[in-house]
């Protein structure tokens, strides 16, 4: 579990500054709720809350291989416009649901985890091109997967919500031992 939630924090990291990953073994295309909308680039993330403003807009979000595969490397690429700075302070709420059960739901300090990306804050306001390769581990169990993922700067000002599903089915292969 422990390489599943750097992979998430690492994700929500990239969507701060303007990119997001998700894992799975294939995607599952539910549509998106009324308060979702797709973000480009035919990856399995939305952005939520679109009827609050927010100061992070998601122009795409492109992954390789699409859908990602246990075991290999997921690129994310992600282009993004941050319409005000970011200071220290800022922070990120992440829930993770498998199935209906909640396995994280925790706050992340947002300046801490920007690193992984090779930046740093403050955060300045404009475009952002980011990519960034992400281990899947072979070991990930099988089941759907959602994310939630809310950005606010240091004084509660919404930055930004992405959210996504994903489900990786079970490995049907098997062995024999002896």
């Known amino acids: 579990m ?4 750097k992979i998430l924090l690492i994700s929500q990291t990239v969507l ?16 998106p709720s009324r308060d979702e909308r797709p973000i480009p680039g035919g990856s399995p993330i939305s952005v939520c809350d ?16 699409n859908p990602p595969q246990r075991g290999q490397n997921l690129t994310v690429s992600a282009i993004g416009h941050l319409t005000k700075d970011v200071e220290d302070g ?15 739901s925790q706050t992340y300090d947002l300046c801490e985890q920007v690193g992984e990306v090779d930046l740093e804050c ?5 475009e952002y091109k980011l990519s ?6 072979a070991e990930v169990p ?15 000002e919404f930055i930004s919500c992405i959210t996504g599903s994903i489900v990786f089915n079970a490995d049907r292969s098997w062995k024999i031992l002896g």
Request: a negative charge; zero cysteines; charged letters at 20%.
């Open 122 to 126: 403050p955060l300045s306001k404009g």
């Open 132 to 137: 960034k390769i992400v281990e899947i581990p």
């Open 16 to 31: 701060s500054a303007s990119l997001f990953g998700i894992l799975g073994n294939e995607q599952s295309l539910t549509l």
């Open 2 to 5: 422990v390489s599943f939630t």
């Open 90 to 104: 800022a922070y990120v709420d992440v829930d993770v649901r498998y199935g209906y059960i909640k396995l994280i």
């Open 142 to 156: 099988p089941g759907k997967y959602t994310v939630f993922a809310r950005a606010y700067t240091k004084d509660d």
């Open 50 to 65: 679109i009827t609050e403003p927010q100061l992070l807009s998601i122009d795409s979000v492109i992954i390789s291989p």
